[in-house]
């Protein structure tokens, strides 16, 4: 029995008189409150079962099959006379508690708080079910009514339901499956976060595209869940081709994220594993936190999302606090997925009294989000100025672990240059005579000391319009001239970066490992 059936049998037990569940799976949970209502071990009470809605009215499980009860008045009215034990199902019912578009209808409000005390004290049990989409209450009942939640399908029943479609389509003759039971497995995992109706049309839709199913077909998995995102409008679901391997040096923190790959997953649940929380990755501008953000997200194999704070504040009242709900509502109903907060410091370090508390409280709703989340959802955070975050958000519990991202070390210069000019240059003929090697590479980064990634990045680009201004391949001496030119941020903010360490020299851990002291010098290359 899931634990949404045993909380629901306590509540008919012991005889609330109101139970709401907010869920777009209505059969799932009418399947659930049958399975319960009868079962005389955990209800004591054997119920039937009635539900209703505006347009098929109140329809019971036996003959007289269909009460004409329409109106919701009627079908409360049936409930107060029916003589025997019995559990009401009222879909949609929420739209008679008041809308943004429809005002709330007091009569039928005014008879469910009447209804309230004789479903209480009836002979017989009764209880009385909201079934909708979402959960509205109103105030003259909200100590009336208890809210249930529903959660999600697990990867149990998931994988059963993948099984179920694979088998009925082999039988058929209409597909070809390439999937062993770890890719079942995996294609379970992906799908979390989607009701079962959507997780079988994300099934079927690998099945129908060409016949056959293979491990590449996940990604019809995602697609089904960007659907999702792109429906809320607050959060962006980012798909990247951005590779680890595309990112150079930060190894220590690269090492940290290979650890904790595919931890939110059952073989991580034998030694006690919790799924984890998220990273926090502050350091000097330009030096590849955002560029590694997307890379997780790839790396992973999980939707990554992004947050943008800015969109979140609204300009009418409450506006901004359900913004926020709804986007870590979003995060959580792909799960298992990233959330990726990109300079944190912009959209949480607003203060203050001059917009009403209004981040104050945003602040707060997504603090503790961070701190009670269930869900595997990975926070990643990016900040260039840490000391603007206010000190709840650093302490232990809210991320697993603070990184600094610091200039690149010269091993890492040369990993950048190597990664860019390999990237960027493509024909042969531009490239000519030179080579680009680790000789070369290293050569450039001891000629770049003080580069940030991006500065570096510059450096190839700008060594390449050198040589397509004149229409020839390219020299080691077009990168010497844009060395040159190129005043690095370490120069310009000189003072700025000094702080930013002093900061993390006891406060974070080095994304980098530090250049081996002694270590042997790299052979000659063409000077830069």
């Not at 809210?398 to 990664?419: K, N, Y």
Request: glycine share 8%; hydrophobic share 45%.
């Amino acid at each position: 029995m899931s634990d949404f059936g045993v909380s629901f049998a306590n509540l008919l037990r012991a005889r609330f008189p109101y139970i709401y569940v907010g869920t777009w799976e209505e059969e799932r949970v009418l399947g659930m409150i049958r399975d319960t209502a009868r079962n005389a071990e955990l209800v004591r009470t054997p119920r039937s079962v009635f539900t209703w809605s505006v347009t098929d009215g109140l329809v019971g499980p036996s003959a007289p099959a269909r009460e004409i009860c329409e109106a919701p008045l009627d079908a409360l009215g049936f409930v107060a006379r029916h003589a025997d034990p019995a559990v009401f199902v009222f879909k949609d019912f929420h739209v008679f508690f008041g809308t943004d578009k429809r005002e709330q209808d007091h009569t039928v409000v005014r008879k469910l708080r009447d209804l309230s005390t004789l479903l209480k004290n009836s002979p017989k049990p009764k209880n009385v079910v909201f079934l909708a989409p979402t959960v509205r209450l109103p105030l003259e009942l909200e100590k009336e009514i208890t809210v249930l939640e529903f959660d999600l399908p697990g990867v149990v029943e998931v994988r059963e339901l993948l099984r179920g479609m694979i088998e009925t389509n082999k039988r058929g003759g209409r597909l070809t499956v390439e999937l062993g039971d770890a890719d079942i497995d995996r294609f379970a995992n992906a799908a979390l976060g989607l009701t079962l109706h959507e997780a079988e049309n994300a099934f079927a839709r690998a099945m129908v595209k060409d016949a056959r199913l293979s491990a590449a077909d996940i990604e019809s998995i995602y697609d089904e869940k960007r659907q999702i995102v792109r429906k809320t409008g607050i959060v962006e679901f980012v798909k990247s081709d951005v590779q680890i391997a595309d990112v150079g040096g930060l190894e220590n923190l690269k090492n940290w994220l290979k650890k904790r790959d595919k931890s939110w997953l059952e073989p991580a649940q034998k030694y006690g594993l919790p799924a984890p929380k998220g990273v926090l990755i502050t350091g000097v501008p330009g030096c590849g936190k955002s560029l590694l953000a997307k890379a997780i997200g790839s790396a992973w194999q999980l939707p990554l999302l992004r947050l943008d704070v800015g969109r979140v504040f609204g300009m009418y009242i409450g506006m901004s606090e359900e913004n926020i709900r709804s986007a870590l509502r979003t995060a959580e109903a792909v799960a298992p997925s990233i959330l990726w907060v990109d300079e944190i410091e912009k959209g949480f370090s607003r203060g203050g009294e001059s917009d009403g508390g209004t981040s104050t409280r945003i602040f707060a709703t997504f603090l503790t989000w961070m701190q009670e989340k269930v869900k595997p959802v990975f926070v990643i955070a990016t900040a260039n100025d840490i000391s603007a975050l206010p000190p709840e958000m650093l302490r232990k519990g809210r991320f697993d672990e603070i990184f600094f991202v610091d200039l690149p070390t010269r091993r890492e210069r040369a990993d950048i240059f190597s990664l860019h000019m390999k990237k960027k240059i493509k024909d042969a003929q531009v490239l000519g005579s030179l080579k680009i090697t680790p000789e070369a590479c290293a050569k450039l980064a001891e000629a770049t000391e003080g580069f940030i990634g991006a500065e570096i990045e510059q450096v190839v680009v700008a060594a390449l319009f050198e040589a397509y201004a004149e229409s020839r391949a390219l020299a080691w001496s077009d990168f010497g001239r844009a060395i040159k030119s190129t005043v690095p941020l370490s120069t310009t903010q000189a003072e700025r970066i000094a702080e930013i360490r002093g900061w993390a020299d006891k406060r974070a851990v080095r994304a980098s490992e530090p250049d081996d002291v002694g270590a042997p010098q790299v052979g000659s290359a063409p000077r830069a």
